[in-house]
């Protein structure tokens, strides 16, 4: 809706090519006061900040809209059609356009300011990075510059904040330039009243060979002018020196051998973070959840709604809070190698590897994050431009083995060989995990290949991308990165893991019959009584069975025929049921159901589950059904987590419950095949 | 004529045309059009994807695009 225009409150909009350093300027602006949301329809962030301050008494506000990095109005990729269309959609009320551009890499650059300006914006052009080209020695007439452009040009340098309140004052006074560049609805489409009119009507159809030739010429046209206005006014050295620089850098990083050594290197370090440094926190945001649990716990009331509070909805939160730490480290990670330069080369070395299963060579940090966990390695697909490979790398990723599988592989594994065994050398509890780990990646790369001849996409392919030069990444945007993200996360994926895990906490706490009332009445009955050793067994047991008449336990019952042929009993079936929340559940649930000591829960259930008969007498945890379970936690998509950031990260369902299907078959049919095959 | 995936590492030439039209409308936008000169400076491991420097800066392309684009070579 239009609001009424004061001259206190602007509606800016900021354009300009990859690489330009646009979010460092909308960084500059706007600070923390920034909002992520989502343009409809599509995986593309919506960044929008606002920037309040004083001009001559009077307080302004500007509303600051970053649109995403485009070359010029001719889109080709989604991100760029959504930046192109959001620029002229009358409901933006775009009041001022700001463009951003490389002062070290102009021709390309004023390519997209010369289309801005002829579309008749009042124009500000932000000559971004002047600190790099003064290091350079690039020489810039600027005043020269702005009388043929007709649009202020104010000088940046974003990393020492030298420059915003004079862009902010060229803001205020912005005018429509009276230059034309270009107007291909003179020569080309003459059906078109302006150039304004021949954007807004190409946007909202299919592109006919004569725009193309139309677009073409225009950008011909419009190169050869920004030859001639830089060769009059725009001093520069034969060879900058940032160039040689990152061609020494590239010698090493792009290299056949050295390469793939940093590549590692690089991964390895990004692993270690997200798989064991991310461990301290993530503990303490376990045990200070506890600690509030607890304390909710004594202070409310006993009843129903304590037991929500405390068992659904604080479980719950820790379970979002929980992820942080990871996608906190992974997104720093992220930020550090795409701001520095070095994710483009990572690509290029990559690209070839990765493109013969259908993936992109930026799908490399995703998939090595996958191993810690999916959720914020999902996070990180956006950074991939081609639609069909990020949705590929989106599918694959919860196939890898994640650090929540570990808890239920080490339980299994241990009741599969209880006693440590050699295999030469190997002990063969880690090869047993090596195993499931290097079936992970197989399965992985062999789905990648099928998506990849099943999946037909409109989008033409190309993987024309910059390599741009190196340079320090600047620690602001970073973190104002990484902030959004987690924002993001905790909002969005938040509301669907907590109603999860709220509906769980229902199913496994309630039960209809007469039953389980009759049990709940003994419980707290004995819970009143004074402590004592005895009340300790009868309670677990009082317990484990009203777990198994609960709402949870009577489904486990339900499904015992389903799951049969995979050597599953309905006890089984609660677990598998219970950790669809988060795999490592299961570990929690099987302590329940067994009645195992809770202190020494993983001893203690590895203990029960080895002396456990079936009705015939014989063991029940048999290496076939060791082996199906492992099959099946490998393969299942058993984590709400996972299915809330894929649901937010494709914007469809269907996309969520292919996936979930695809991953149970396997899993079910995997486990099937273990179980019949070795018992 | 050359396409520009036979172009060496040192080697200079002049973009002259495009055989794809929508690789063409991606390349020129980025400054890669007609007349300009165009050298290669590197190529990943395996021979593909490959980098030029061109309009003042470096694009990495694949060698199946690069075929798509005919040059004259200079030196």
Not at chain 1, 477 to 504: D, Q, R
Not at chain 1, 542 to 549: M, W
Not at chain 2, 5 to 26: C, M, P, W, Y
Request: with cysteine.
């Amino acid at each position: 809706m239009s609001e009424t225009k004061q001259n206190n409150y602007l509606k800016i909009a900021l354009l300009g090519n990859p690489n330009a350093g646009k979010s460092s300027v909308f960084n500059g602006l706007t600070g923390l006061s920034q909002k992520t949301g989502n343009y409809a329809g599509v995986t593309v962030d919506r960044q929008e900040g606002k920037t309040t301050f004083l001009h001559n008494q009077t307080k302004i506000t500007f509303s600051i809209l970053d649109l995403p990095g485009i070359y010029s109005l001719y889109p080709n990729s989604n991100d760029e059609i959504i930046a192109c269309k959001t620029l002229l959609d009358e409901k933006e009320n775009i009041d001022v356009v700001v463009i951003v551009v490389d002062a070290a890499n102009l021709k390309r650059n004023l390519l997209l300011a010369t289309q801005l300006i002829d579309l008749k914006f009042k124009t500000v052009i932000a000559l971004n990075m002047m600190d790099e080209a003064n290091k350079q020695g690039i020489v810039i007439n600027i005043k020269e510059l702005e009388k043929t452009l007709g649009a202020e040009i104010v000088p940046l340098d974003s990393r020492r904040q030298i420059g915003f309140t004079e862009l902010k004052n060229a803001i205020l006074n912005a005018k429509v330039s009276p230059s034309i560049f270009y107007d291909l609805t003179a020569s080309y489409a003459a059906e078109y009243p302006n150039y304004k009119e021949y954007i807004i009507a190409t946007l909202n159809q299919n592109k006919n060979k004569t725009s193309a030739i139309a677009e073409n010429a225009d950008k011909i046209y419009r190169f050869n002018s920004i030859n001639y206005l830089i060769a009059k006014n725009v001093k520069s050295p034969e060879q900058l020196s940032s160039k040689k620089i990152s061609s020494k850098i590239d010698a090493v990083i792009t290299h056949k051998v050295y390469g793939y050594i940093v590549l590692l290197l690089v991964l390895f370090f990004v692993f270690q973070f997200i798989f064991f440094i991310s461990e301290a926190p993530m503990n303490w945001i376990e045990l200070a959840f506890m600690n509030l649990g607890d304390f909710v716990h004594a202070k409310l009331p006993e009843g129903q709604l304590n037991d929500l509070i405390v068992n659904g909805v604080i479980t719950g939160i820790s379970g979002v809070v929980m992820f942080i730490p990871q996608i906190a480290f992974l997104f720093m990670f992220i930020g550090f190698l795409e701001d520095s330069g070095y994710m483009a080369r990572a690509s290029f070395i990559m690209d070839k590897v990765m493109r013969r299963f259908g993936l992109n060579g930026k799908s490399v940090i995703p998939l090595i994050s996958g191993t810690a966990c999916a959720v914020p390695a999902i996070m990180a697909t956006r950074s991939i431009s081609n639609t069909k490979e990020r949705l590929i790398t989106v599918f694959i990723l919860p196939l890898i083995s994640c650090s929540a599988r570990l808890p239920v592989y080490t339980l299994l594994i241990s009741v599969l060989f209880p006693n440590s065994q050699f295999l030469g050398i190997f002990n063969s509890k880690g090869i047993v995990l090596f195993l499931l780990y290097f079936l992970g990646f197989l399965v992985t790369l062999i789905t990648a290949s099928v998506l990849k001849r099943l999946l037909k996409t409109k989008e033409t392919s190309f993987f024309v991308m910059e390599l741009p030069v190196y340079r320090w990444p600047q620690t602001k945007n970073i973190g104002l990165m990484v902030f959004s993200k987690v924002k993001v996360f905790v909002k969005e994926a938040g509301k669907i893991i907590l109603a999860i895990s709220i509906i769980l906490w229902f199913l496994s706490t309630h039960g209809g019959s007469d039953k389980y009332k009759e049990l709940e009445k003994k419980q707290n009955t004995l819970v009143n009584l004074e402590s004592s050793e005895l009340n300790l067994v009868e309670l677990k047991k009082i317990e484990t069975e009203k777990l198994e008449q609960s709402y949870i336990g009577k489904f486990g019952h339900f499904i015992e025929p389903s799951i049969k042929p995979l050597g599953y009993d309905w006890k089984i079936g609660i677990a598998l049921i219970t950790s669809f929340a988060a795999r490592e559940v299961f570990v929690g649930t099987m302590a329940t159901i067994y009645q195992a000591n809770d202190t020494e829960s993983e001893i203690g259930i590895k203990q029960k589950l080895l002396s456990e008969k079936d009705e015939a007498g014989n063991l029940k945890y048999t290496p076939a059904v060791c082996w199906s379970l492992l099959l099946f936690y490998a393969f299942a998509l058993q984590c709400m987590s996972t299915i809330a950031v894929v649901k937010r990260e494709t914007k469809s369902w269907t996309w969520v419950l292919v996936q979930l299907a695809f991953m149970s078959a396997l899993a079910y049919l995997s486990a099937f095949g273990a179980y019949q095959f070795l018992s | 004529m050359e396409s520009l995936d036979h172009l060496k590492i040192g080697q200079t030439a002049v973009i002259r045309a495009f055989t794809n039209e929508a690789l063409s409308s991606k390349l020129i936008e980025m400054g890669c059009l007609p007349g300009e000169t165009v050298s290669l400076s590197k190529t990943a491991p395996f021979g593909c994807p490959m980098a030029i420097n061109i309009a003042g800066y470096e694009l990495s392309l694949r060698k199946d695009e690069a075929a798509l684009v005919l040059i004259d070579l200079v030196a």
